[in-house]
Structures are given as structure tokens and as C-alpha cells.
């Protein structure tokens, strides 16, 4: 029984050991991010414009795909695609 204990103990210690040594810095792109970078990729047209009232406006554009982000101050987002067949 004792033999018994000490081997969970020393899994535990062995698992614990590489289960702390993950790669836990990478963070999840949000859609938004996930998008520009897709459409960067593309080397689409990118004009930004950021007005007065803390709104931003991206609108990206390719051959094939449109796309328009507005942010507004409180940081609410919405995303529209336009496919161009």
C-alpha cells in the first residue's frame, strides 16, 4: 500500500511538472483580428478611418471579398462580408 502512494505521488509530481511547462503566452485571435489578417494575407486594399466620436471604420477589399468592420467607442463590433462572385 505504501508502494502504492508513493508511485501516485511521484506521477503526480512527474505529470504536474510537464502539464506547468505548456506554451500558455498564446493568446486566441478575436474575429476581427482573425479577418484582417486573413485579408492582409490576401494583400487587400485596407483604409482605416477613426472619427471624432471614437468610431473606427476598416474597409478591406480584394478582387474576390469586401469586407467592412465598424467598431464604436464602447467597443461593440460588427462585420459585414460581401462576397464578390
Keep these: ?12 509530481f512527474v ?6 511547462c505548456r506554451e500558455t503566452t498564446k493568446e486566441e485571435m478575436t474575429e476581427e483580428e482573425a479577418i484582417i489578417q486573413e485579408m492582409q494575407d490576401e ?3 485596407i483604409q482605416v ?7 473606427t ?4 477589399e480584394t478582387d474576390e471579398k469586401e ?12 462585420i459585414k462580408v460581401d462576397e464578390n462572385n
Design 1 to 12: 500500500m505504501k508502494n502504492l502512494v508513493m508511485i501516485f505521488l511521484c506521477a503526480t
Design 15 to 20: 505529470a504536474s511538472t510537464f502539464i506547468s
Design 43 to 45: 494583400n487587400a486594399d
Design 49 to 55: 478611418e477613426e472619427q471624432a466620436d471614437g468610431d
Design 57 to 60: 471604420k476598416i474597409k478591406m
Design 67 to 78: 469586407v467592412k468592420i465598424k467598431t464604436d467607442a464602447d467597443g461593440d463590433s460588427k
